[in-house]
């Protein structure tokens, strides 16, 4: 008998469903309980998983090792570069000035608030995780200039950028769901803005306020370097440096958002050369690389700062992050695990049975498939490929109906990320709460996020199907 054989049975939904569950909760225990570390918890958890739900032998360390590779594609090279501009803004007083001219702007009690616009525009073009690290030492050094809670400032930042990367095109999420849905992605954008800012307010701007006078989280030292590194590399670098450090990455970006957009529409050549090199420098790691290597000289060579102490300083932000990449890997690896083990398609196809309004299935289907395994991405898809083909070509669904339906499955797909989710861990490792702080806060805020951007876009659906 092969290695496939031995563990190739074929599981329902209901023991899938309890595996899961089982799995979760044995995950916490391992990590709340009985302190086993992070890292080591997710391994052992996934592969026990893996085990349990039949995945083939032979297939088990490919599954354990691509999730685990797959998300380490997408997050380390975002951290790891953006970890290194935020260590030399921290170091150099960078942050400082743009503190400064923030609170001098808006005033101390506006700049929490500042902090969520400043995160609603780089959340634009820029995805959650890249944009998060790089407002971070600008988070870090507001909290402590003004003191109290780190969640106050940190909490509504980290929502802006998550609400924008799951409601508004050009993030890949509403961009693959308007292409199965054959949604307009013009109209996508608007109201995906429509649903997304007033879901920040409640969920980021008025629940942050909650839960940063709740839990009294301590300002992380994550990126602000030694002592020593912060005397010897300090210049006290001009507002317009720090701004353009920080726009740089926006614009880029943006950038490769516009000719995609252009391309798309026949405007310009796809396949033209100058468009394939352009659209190459405005990728994330590649604008990212740009900026850091923008940041070594501005604030360290053109300074006349030594360049062993330049490479010092930007080697010094990697070692932190180490443990928050890896975590943030074996979070990937436990989600791909379930994925491979069929649970989502299996509650999917379960929920798909039931006969509720379209648009209020496919929330549900996207939720319990995103609480089930843990990606958004994927959650939003599956919702979306499943119904397909009761929107396409149906003609008693006008285009708002489509783009509502597009907003709904989006906020369905972001709902409750817990354990199961890579974003989850690089919540809880940069704002240094432990799991069951980031289940309290994090976790209950997406699910926020999840309900109301649901509701608006309900109401979007209802308003456009009344005319």
């Not at 307009?184 to 649903?195: A, I």
């Not at 997304?196 to 307010?201: D, N």
């Not at 990937?332 to 309004?357: E, N, T």
């Not at 699910?447 to 876009?457: C, D, E, M, P, T």
């Amino acid at each position: 008998m092969t290695d496939e054989l031995v563990m190739n049975w074929t599981l329902g939904t209901p023991a899938l469903l309890s595996i899961a569950v089982g799995a979760i909760l044995l995950l916490l225990l391992f990590i709340i309980k009985w302190r086993i570390h992070a890292f080591v918890a997710l391994v052992v958890i996934s592969l026990l998983t893996a085990v349990a739900t039949g995945i083939p032998v032979a297939s088990v360390i490919p599954t354990l090792t691509g999730g685990f590779g797959g998300t380490l594609a997408s997050v380390a090279l975002l951290v790891g570069l953006g970890a290194m501009l935020g260590r030399m803004l921290e170091t150099s007083g960078g942050a400082e000035v743009l503190t400064n001219a923030l609170i001098g702007k808006f005033g101390e009690k506006r700049a929490p608030l500042a902090l969520s616009i400043a995160s609603l525009l780089f959340g634009f073009p820029i995805f959650f995780d890249a944009g998060l690290v790089v407002m971070l030492p600008i988070i870090f050094t507001v909290a402590r200039r003004l003191g109290g809670s780190f969640l106050g400032y940190a909490f509504p930042a980290a929502t802006a950028f998550s609400v924008m990367h799951i409601f508004v095109p050009p993030h890949p999420g509403p961009v693959a769901a308007s292409g199965l849905l054959e949604a307009n992605v013009g109209l996508v954008l608007l109201l995906g803005l429509v649903v997304a800012l007033p879901t920040w307010y409640f969920a980021g701007h008025l629940y942050g306020k909650y839960v940063g006078r709740k839990f009294n989280i301590a300002i992380p030292d994550i990126l602000a370097g030694t002592k020593q590194e912060q005397h010897d590399f300090a210049s006290t670098p001009k507002l317009g440096t720090v701004v353009t450090l920080l726009l740089l990455p926006l614009v880029l970006i943006f950038m490769n958002t516009g000719l995609n957009t252009l391309a798309s529409a026949g405007i310009v050549d796809k396949g033209a050369q100058w468009v394939q090199i352009l659209r190459l420098v405005g990728e994330t790691p590649i604008a990212l690389l740009i900026t850091v290597l923008l940041g070594m000289y501005l604030l360290g060579y053109k300074q006349n700062k030594d360049k062993t102490l330049v490479e010092t300083v930007v080697d010094s932000a990697l070692g932190p992050v180490c443990s928050i990449i890896l975590i943030t890997g074996a979070g990937g690896m436990f989600g791909a695990v379930l994925r491979a083990s069929g649970i989502g398609d299996a509650v999917a196809d379960s929920l798909d049975a039931l006969g509720l309004p379209i648009i209020v299935a496919g929330f549900i289907i996207a939720a319990v498939v995103r609480v089930a395994q843990g990606s958004a991405t994927v959650a939003l898809t599956t919702a979306a490929a499943i119904i397909q083909p009761v929107v396409v070509g149906n003609a008693d669904l006008n285009q708002i109906e489509v783009v509502a339906i597009v907003l709904a499955l989006a906020a369905g797909s972001v709902f409750a990320g817990h354990v199961n989710d890579s974003g989850f861990w690089l919540v809880s490792r940069f704002f240094g709460m432990d799991v069951k702080t980031t289940l309290k806060v994090w976790t209950v805020g997406q699910a926020l996020v999840g309900v109301i951007g649901f509701a608006i876009a309900y109401l979007i659906y209802a308003v456009a199907a009344a005319f």
